[in-house]
């Protein structure tokens, strides 16, 4: 029986810590922390209490509900879906049913208006959040599973929520998940926070992590931001802005932002008109849903703050211990404040010792693809389309879901969770990365795709589809059950190597997990992945489209550049934020950058190209790399690849970007090449800059001491060194068996320009595919006393065990 004297029913959230977990439940308990300690974290949080979970325990002993809600759940089959909706559904309505009793109402009010009268208003706006006793234990994560509502006005309305929240302790999928994770039901409490609003519904919300949700990179702080209240974006209903804040650089005071995506805020939740309305969704305007949600001061005052909160969490639990953190900024005020904080549960816990790789193996698969989102997770599966447009229509119609089958929905919530639990993968048309099925998804350990758009009208019941998450941040859906590869092992079992080996990383969006293997920097990465991918427009196109009396160019160019002051602003972001994301995920080594190498007919493709590039009978030695970037026809785009590595550098913090000049012909072009770098305000030495030489055609190597005098260092391109070096077109079928790396005319070179290198003390690596592919070209790279050897991520592993074994035979036959 509850014993009435040692009651505690309701505590002022200041009061309460992670102490009182059992009591206040894992939310609750995480933002009464924070609360004590604002002064030294230095956050505004808003002020409220917490209703403990004996409240929730004395309301259903003083109603005599325990006994009914156990019969309910006895005996229940907790697959059989309706069954589960049936005894939730009775649960719920005894809850919603019954009283409170008086001495409970009497004090959960004089707090509300105790708080009402704390912000100068008879009744006060408050949001009510359900905090379950188990909530955010570091094995599950029940986040979502209870009830939140907001903009909730006086006593009457209070009590009601208060109540809704206890009865939200029974919905379908909690009840579920914690059958599915082995809770007793009758041990799990609830505790309800009753907090003041942010009027958010004039300004912005959204969530933070303190880590990437992705790939598990701890040295990220991710934001997804949108107007109006943040239940839109949780829900998936719309996709928010991302942002990405650089840690080691932001703790240094640098403008950290290393990465921003203009999101589809076309709706927002505002406050309603009335008593029964306490919410409604509005349109957004259009010039607000053209623009970024935070400005870059608010985006970096957020991650400061979020860094604090994972700090002093970490103190506190003597582990590192990301966060999970809800913000909102208040549209009177203009001020930023914490809503909830709380331990990520999934990533934290990864082992990134075992690395899983999956790789689609059917080589017709670019043929194949039906359409593309936002992908959840890295992995692949295969299985039939169920499409289902509510739980309703399953239920009614007898539509059965199986196990194995691909979810295809609008959107999901909590309530689908029973379902999602059974699907291979799971596809939405609407979403961001922070959604309720990417969450649901990356705890369940299945692939999703969100933000499709249009799946449920491209895709067909019962049609077999592969679901890709492994190519990157884009997921595809393959027709038909595409072939794939699984591959595991364990970094910790690879050998070290003398020899540093450095990664070919040309995709910002792989970063991050590409920066957990075994590397010492990034040998090569390639600017023109970037301008193919993320701005897709030639440069002197967005600088003189205006010229053109292109209306069509002009049009599509408009729609790009949307969220960025102009043209130029576009571009320099745009490469800036792809070459920072790929500098911060292997800082502090070094990242050698290329500058763009594009040749004219593939300058051609990109959008507006045609109008600036002439048509070449050989490009691949035509008007291509350095000859470009003094030209007057191309250096004023040249200079914004400069401004673009400036940014990154000397206001991103990154100073570990070298960079490096492709196809070279002559000294003279190089000491032209430099002098345009310099009008542009990029020189060598300067904040400790370096400038690396691609070593591909002859003339580089046998003037390679002239060069060495103006470089810090050479890196071998062999595809066309070899190629030129054999006078052969490498894309010709006709002579493609005589194009070998391991020519003896290619060695030589390549061993005479490391001993000119090596006499001037200048580095020297190679980021050609051929160390990766022949073991015995490795071994000569290696004997020959090669700086750095630079492979793609998918050669790591076998390359290591090639450098090692070739050392240890080199260092038996020393001795």
Not at 118 to 144: H, M
Not at 378 to 386: E, I, L, P, W
Not at 418 to 435: D, F, L, Q, S
Not at 596 to 608: I, Q, R, T
């Amino acid at each position: 029986m509850f014993n009435i004297q040692n009651k505690v029913f309701t505590i002022p959230l200041g009061e309460v810590g992670l102490e009182d977990l059992e009591m206040v439940g894992g939310k609750n308990a995480s933002l009464g922390e924070m609360t004590q300690h604002l002064d030294e974290l230095g956050l505004r949080i808003p002020d409220g209490f917490v209703v403990t979970a004996q409240a929730y325990w004395y309301f259903l002993e003083a109603n005599n509900l325990l006994e009914p809600i156990q019969e309910a759940l006895k005996d229940l089959n907790y697959n059989d879906i309706e069954q589960l909706r049936r005894a939730g559904l009775k649960v719920r309505q005894m809850i919603k049913n019954s009283r409170f009793p008086k001495e409970l109402s009497e004090e959960i009010i004089e707090r509300y208006q105790r708080l009402s009268a704390q912000y100068g208003q008879e009744i006060t706006d408050v949001a009510v959040r359900s905090s379950a006793t188990a909530e955010d234990l570091p094995d599950a994560s029940f986040a979502g599973q209870q009830e939140t509502y907001l903009n909730v006005r006086g006593p009457a309305s209070l009590m009601d929520a208060v109540r809704n929240c206890f009865a939200s302790l029974f919905t379908d999928r909690a009840i579920s998940y914690r059958h599915n994770f082995g809770f007793d039901h009758f041990k799990i409490g609830l505790s309800v926070c009753v907090q003041k609003m942010v009027r958010s519904d004039l300004g912005t919300s959204g969530v933070a992590f303190s880590l990437d949700t992705e790939s598990g990179f701890r040295e990220a702080v991710v934001i997804n931001a949108t107007y109006g209240l943040g239940e839109l974006l949780v829900q998936g209903a719309v996709s928010p802005d991302e942002y990405i804040v650089f840690k080691p650089t932001l703790n240094r005071g640098f403008n950290a932002i290393i990465e921003k995506k203009l999101g589809i805020k076309d709706k927002m939740m505002v406050y309603g008109d009335n008593a029964e309305e306490r919410v409604r969704i509005i349109p957004t305007e259009k010039s607000f849903q053209n623009r970024f949600a935070l400005t870059d001061e608010m985006i970096l005052e957020l991650a400061r703050w979020v860094v604090k909160i994972e700090d002093y969490y970490s103190r506190r639990n003597g582990r590192w211990t990301p966060m999970d953190v809800e913000w909102a900024v208040d549209g009177l005020s203009k001020q930023l404040f914490i809503l909830q904080a709380r331990p990520e549960t999934i990533h934290s816990q990864k082992n990134h010792d075992v690395v899983t790789g999956f790789r689609i193996t059917d080589p017709e698969a670019p043929k194949r693809r039906l359409l593309q989102g936002i992908a959840v997770g890295d992995k692949v599966a295969s299985g039939r389309v169920n499409i289902l447009y509510s739980l309703d229509k399953r239920v009614l119609e007898g539509h059965e879901f199986k196990e194995g089958d691909i979810l295809v929905t609008e959107m999901t919530d909590p309530d689908w969770e029973p379902i999602m639990k059974k699907a291979a993968a799971i596809v939405t048309n609407k979403g961001g990365r922070t959604c309720h099925a990417a969450i649901v998804a990356r705890e369940l350990g299945v692939p999703a795709i969100v933000g499709c758009g249009h799946a449920t009208d491209i895709l067909e019941d019962g049609q077999e589809v592969t679901i890709s998450c492994a190519e990157g941040e884009i997921g595809y859906v393959y027709e038909g059950a595409l072939a794939f590869e699984k591959e595991e092992f364990r970094l910790s079992e690879l050998p070290p190597t003398r020899t540093a080996l450095m990664l070919n990383v040309a995709s910002p969006e792989m970063a991050f997990r590409f920066s957990f293997l075994p590397h010492q920097g990034v040998g090569l990465a390639r600017e023109e992945f970037i301008i193919n991918n993320y701005i897709q427009v030639h440069p002197l196109a967005l600088l003189r489209h205006k010229d053109l009396n292109d209306t069509e160019l002009s049009k599509s160019i408009a729609g790009r550049i949307r969220g960025y002051a102009d043209e130029k602003e576009f571009f320099i972001s745009k490469l800036a934020y792809g070459i920072a994301k790929i500098a911060a995920a292997f800082y502090p080594y070094k990242v050698i950058v290329r500058f763009s190498d594009f040749k004219s007919n593939e300058y051609a493709n990109l959008l507006g190209g045609r109008h600036f590039e002439p048509t070449e009978e050989n490009p691949m030695i035509g008007w291509r790399g350095a000859s470009r970037y003094y030209s007057p026809e191309y250096r004023e785009a040249f200079g914004l690849e400069c401004l673009a590595i400036r940014r990154v550098r000397e206001e991103m913090g990154l100073t570990n970007v070298v960079v490096m000049i492709p196809f070279c012909r002559t000294v003279e072009e190089l000491h032209k090449v430099t002098d345009t770098m310099a009008n542009f305000g990029l020189r060598r030495g300067e904040h400790g800059l370096e400038l690396y030489l691609m070593a591909e055609l002859p003339s580089n190597i046998l003037l390679a001491e002239e060069f060495a005098a103006h470089i810090d260092g050479f890196s071998i391109g062999s595809n066309d060194l070899t190629q030129l070096t054999l006078g052969l077109d490498r894309d010709s079928a006709l002579v493609a068996h005589i194009y070998d790396e391991r020519n003896e005319a290619v060695k030589r070179l390549i061993r005479m320009l490391i001993e000119k290198a090596k006499k001037h003390s200048v580095k020297v690596g190679i980021c050609g595919q051929g160390p990766s592919d022949f073991p015995d070209f490795a071994q000569f790279l290696v004997e020959q006393g090669i700086d750095s050897i630079s492979v793609t991520p998918d050669s790591v592993v076998k390359t290591v065990l090639a450098i090692a074994e070739i050392e240890k035979t080199r260092t038996l036959s020393v001795h």
